[in-house]
Nanobody, 118 residues
Framework: QVQLVESGGGLVQAGGSLRLSCAAS????????MGWFRQAPGKEREFVARIRRSGGNTVYADSVKGRFTASRDNAKNTVYLQMNSLKPEDTAIYYCAADLYSSGYDYWGPGTQVTVSS
């Protein structure tokens, strides 16, 4: 079992920045990959970023590449999503997820709301 809790969401103006955090517990954090996803109102959940166990070779959705940076601190059991140059279309609930067996995401956090005003 893995428990995930996101934090750091909020309201920000376009062009601003936010840093999301996702605290994990329950399993050895450094043993699994993590992902970030988001779901905007009326839309399906979409992939944002994936970060490996070691923190290297992070993959991003084209829509956030160059603006968002995912990182992790395995000593703190936490993964981060630094979001810069935010746009109104980034408004969504952001979720972190754990991929324990490299076969999909097994555990999800409850999400944190990010709202970007124009």
């Amino acid at each position: 079992q893995v428990q995930l809790v996101e934090s750091g969401g909020g309201l920000v103006q376009a062009g601003g920045s936010l840093r999301l955090s996702c605290a994990a517990s329950g399993r050895t954090f450094s043993s699994y990959a993590m992902g970030w996803f988001r779901q905007a109102p009326g839309k399906e959940r979409e992939f944002v970023a994936r970060i490996r166990r070691s923190g290297g070779n992070t993959v991003y959705a084209d829509s956030v590449k160059g603006r968002f940076t995912a990182s992790r601190d395995n000593a703190k059991n936490t993964v981060y999503l630094q979001m810069n140059s935010l746009k109104p279309e980034d408004t969504a609930i952001y979720y972190c997820a754990a991929d324990l067996y490299s076969s999909g995401y097994d555990y999800w956090g409850p999400g944190t709301q990010v709202t970007v005003s124009s």
